[in-house]
């Protein structure tokens, strides 16, 4: 019974994060397109959960799903109501053919890569302790053998906000200029 | 509990992941490709805590926080980019932008 | 003896380098009296030396001295070594000894020029040079010092860096020059190869004795030697040479460094026995080298140019000493001939200091009257040139004649030549004597002609130049074959000769030479001042200097110049040009088309992107 509940949830998530994803890419709307990535951002939370990754879960609902989505949504409400006359491609028109060609072959190729099994590398899953995915653990793990890329996490997301605050203190600048021109 | 073997989530996250890449490729709002780019990053974090439990290892999950930290950085500058182009009223189109153009 | 030795080889070096490094900080006098007194104090440290050698017994006389290790390569070690026996102290006397005069004549004749010190740091070089090159103890140091004589001549030839005439002038030279530095190197190579050493004595006793090695060694030495000391067929720079400044062309083209040749060969006489024919070859060379040189120098009309070929002529004479093994006769000659040709090479030099640089004799025709210092001294400088007695050149020149006769038909043939040699020896040295210094003054020379203070130059010239005419009258006397002989004494330890005429061959020849000598002067005087007989025509093949020119130019430079032409036509406009055109062509055009792939579409970008990836994993499931 706990099985068949599982196998539920779990196309009911992985239904949910593939038509939140369809309707990321196809609404000409970006603002119904963030809100549909919260939606695929929180079925892929419920999916984490099925995986044993509470607290991955946890951060991905509430860093990336809360803060990281907020400010896209500050974002495109600041810049104003632009919606797209044409949302699909214009350009060459072999772009299109050539993007559903790749994404096409990738897809392919991954399914022929699961059907060949890969070298029976896709067994049955291990069984595992009560606190596998707990932030003790994660945290363990990243302050003894991970250290340095945790460390390195951090100066990327230092480098990313003066990057940010550069971008802002640019254009203002080059504005006034444009301004004064 | 006995759930989806591990080639649901490889070929879940290939779709996700070829979905993001449709439209990174065939949309021109830069808001919607820095979104699309959001998937396929999340395609990604899917495999690797997939294969975390598959092997019984937290490091794929470390893998996954590292990756949503990128994703934040990615996000603060595509979105100072955005910014900086919407103050200037460029219009917001990626075919605009072909000052690379050979 | 050795400190001696080393304080004369040292001393011109520092003056060198003090010149150098100083630069506009040594004042222009003292840049000469510099040079002046460091060549001084070289000769007076290879007097100090001669008298130190003097003092010990012949069988060690001979002192070599290692400084150090100046080249290691593999097993063979070449020493910094410098070698004071009976033959380099000669040699170093008169570098040093001639050489003190006439750079101290060069403070007078260069006075006034934009870069005395430049010049004098050259002349100091070129004394090292020179006195490395006698005093090195081994082929190495030999081959060195020969290649910076080479060198400080062309800086000299060139002294006049304004004049284009000059700068090819010494090109020419060096040119030529290089080419004899290299046959000696070969030489040099099959010497190790062979001995391995090039100390002279290590290469004397293990050399090959005979065979196509020994003949080849030889005739590389040869090479370099024809080269050093403008012999046929390496002779043509000789006459440009005289582009250089005046002392230069005493100092270097009369005097030392082209009479290097001859000091290699009698330096490296064992190597040259061992091939009897390379030896006969420079005998012959030296005997057709003085006949064209005399031919040629009736007809030239520059001072300097005549001067220059009786110089080629002269060496020539030393070539054919040092070709039969009169050894010591040709040392002789070559001593005697550096004092009277440095004094030709002056006077002429004063002359052209007091008449504003012209070399042309018809112009300076009659200057006699002018200039009675100079007209003296170079009248005893012609007769020291012909060889009458008591002068200097009777002495040695008519030895190395004699010689001649003591060495079978082949030195008779020779002995021919030289003595027709001395006959032209009188026309052309008087020649350029009467029209010079006799008759009326021209025009021309009245009018430009100039007294230094009252004198007929600088009180630095007057001395030097008389110095060398006292040396020119007395110098000969110093051996008088039948009767005494100190030199061949002196030299016979390292030098011995394997020619020596008997006292019948020596009255025999002096008189033939004597009688043929004066009787050129006496065409000279029928010719040129009783002009009793109209001069006739020149013959255009003297005046073209027997075409050597125009053959170098035909069989180097025309048919290089043809070839290379051939070649641009045939090979390099088709298939190399072809090549690269095509080849640019082709980037252009995959260019051009390869640029549409950079539309600046972002999103093209990552469809190339997302492609690679695709067929990146397609060529990992193929390879799997």
């Known amino acids: 019974m706990a099985n068949f509940l599982v196998w539920v949830v779990w196309f009911g998530a992985a239904f949910g994060c593939l038509v939140s994803a369809l309707a990321v890419v196809s609404f000409s709307n970006p603002f119904y397109s963030a809100l549909a990535l919260i939606g695929n951002l929180a079925s892929l939370a419920v999916l984490y959960l099925l995986l044993g990754g509470e607290f991955v879960a946890a951060g991905q609902v509430l860093v990336y799903g809360g803060a990281v989505m907020v400010m896209f949504l500050f974002v495109i409400a600041y810049l104003g109501d632009r919606t797209d006359e044409s949302p699909w491609s214009g350009g060459p028109t072999w772009q299109v053919l050539g993007a559903v060609l790749a994404g096409g072959a990738i897809l392919a190729e991954v399914i022929v890569v699961v059907g060949l099994k890969a070298g029976n590398l896709l067994e049955q899953p291990k069984h595992i302790s009560r606190s596998f995915g707990t932030p003790e653990a994660l945290g363990r793990l990243f302050l003894t053998d991970h250290l340095l890329a945790f460390e390195i996490t951090s100066i990327v997301l230092l480098v990313a906000a003066v990057g940010g605050v550069v971008l802002g203190a640019h254009a203002r600048a080059s504005l006034e200029s444009d301004a004064r021109a | ?102 | 003896m050795s400190t001696a030795a080393w304080i004369c080889l040292l001393l011109p070096l520092a003056s060198a380098v003090v010149l150098t490094v100083g630069g506009t900080a040594v004042p222009r006098r003292i840049a000469g009296y510099v040079s002046t007194l460091t060549t001084m104090g070289a000769f007076a440290a290879a007097v100090v030396a001669f008298f130190d050698m003097w003092s010990k017994a012949p069988v060690e006389r001979v002192a070599t001295t290692t400084s150090w290790t100046w080249l290691a390569a593999g097993q063979y070690h070449f020493g910094l070594t410098l070698l004071a026996d009976q033959v380099s102290i000669v040699m170093m006397l008169i570098v040093s000894g001639v050489g003190s005069l006439i750079v101290a004549y060069s403070v007078g004749y260069m006075d006034g020029e934009d870069e005395e010190r430049r010049f004098f740091a050259y002349m100091s070089l070129f004394v090292f040079s020179m006195l490395l090159l006698v005093e090195g103890g081994n082929l190495l140091l030999l081959l060195a010092g020969w290649g910076m004589v080479g060198l400080s001549s062309y800086l000299l030839i060139g002294y006049y860096q304004d004049r284009p005439s000059a700068i090819a002038a010494a090109k020419k030279a060096f040119v030529m020059n290089a080419f004899g530095d290299a046959t000696m190197a070969l030489a040099l190579f099959l010497l190790i190869q062979h001995t391995g050493a090039l100390d002279y004595v290590t290469v004397f006793r293990n050399a090959p004795h005979h065979g196509a090695i020994a003949n080849l060694i030889a005739l590389g030495l040869l090479g370099g030697a024809l080269a050093k000391s403008a012999q046929i067929p390496l002779h043509t720079w000789l006459p440009d040479a005289m582009e250089g400044p005046t002392p230069v062309s005493a100092l270097i083209h009369a005097a030392t460094m082209v009479t290097a040749g001859v000091y290699l060969i009698v330096r490296c006489h064992p190597l040259f026995e061992n091939a009897w024919a390379v030896q006969d070859l420079a005998a012959g060379l030296g005997a057709a080298t003085l006949l064209m040189a005399g031919l040629i120098a009736l007809v030239q009309t520059d001072i300097k140019r005549v001067i220059a070929y009786s110089t080629m002529s002269q060496i020539g004479y030393m070539f054919v000493g040092a070709g039969i093994g009169a050894y010591p006769n040709a040392l002789f000659h070559l001593m005697t001939h550096a004092f009277f040709k440095a004094l030709l090479f002056l006077a002429a030099g004063i002359l052209i200091h007091a008449l504003t640089g012209e070399q042309d004799i018809r112009k300076l025709a009659g200057v006699g009257k002018l200039m009675p210092f100079t007209k003296w001294v170079f009248l005893i400088g012609s007769l020291a040139l012909v060889g009458i007695f008591p002068f200097a050149g009777f002495f040695s020149k008519d030895s190395i004649i004699a010689a001649c006769l003591a060495h079978g038909t082949y030195g008779a043939i020779i002995w021919v030549a030289c003595v027709i040699g001395a006959f032209l020896t009188g026309v052309y040295a008087f020649r350029l004597y009467f029209i010079v210094f006799t008759g009326e003054p021209t025009a021309w020379a009245r009018e430009h002609f100039h007294k230094h203070h009252g004198k007929e130059g600088p009180i630095s010239m007057l001395w030097t130049v008389g110095t060398l005419a006292v040396l020119a009258v007395i110098g000969g006397w110093l051996q008088f074959a039948p009767i005494w002989h100190p030199l061949t004494t002196w030299l016979d330890p390292i030098a011995a000769p394997i020619t020596e005429p008997s006292n019948f061959q020596e009255w025999l020849s002096s008189a033939f030479a004597i009688v043929l000598g004066l009787a050129g002067i006496g065409v000279a005087y029928v010719l040129y001042v009783a002009r009793s007989v109209p001069v006739p025509q020149a013959v255009t093949l003297f005046e073209k200097k027997f075409y050597w020119d125009e053959l170098y130019d035909v069989v180097w430079y025309r048919s290089s110049d043809a070839l290379s032409r051939g070649l641009g036509t045939i090979i390099e406009l088709p298939l190399i040009g072809g090549a690269i055109t095509a080849v640019s062509g082709l980037t252009g055009a995959s260019s051009r088309e390869l640029s549409m792939a950079q539309n600046g579409l972002v999103r093209t970008y990552a469809l190339a992107l997302a492609g690679g990836v695709a067929v990146l994993a397609l060529i990992f499931l193929a390879a799997r």
């Open chain 2, 1 to 102: 509990m006995h759930g989806p073997d591990i080639q649901w989530y490889v070929i879940l996250s290939a779709i996700l992941f070829t979905t993001g890449a449709l439209g990174v490729m065939l949309r021109r709002n830069p808001l919607i490709i820095l979104l699309s780019v959001e998937i396929m990053l999340n395609a990604a974090n899917l495999l690797l805590i997939a294969f975390s439990r598959l092997h019984g290892r937290e490091d794929g999950q470390i893998f996954a926080i590292s990756v949503m930290a990128v994703a934040a950085s990615e996000v603060v500058v595509g979105l100072g980019l955005i910014v900086a182009m919407g103050r200037r009223n460029v219009e917001l189109d990626v075919d605009k932008l072909r000052t690379l153009r050979g």
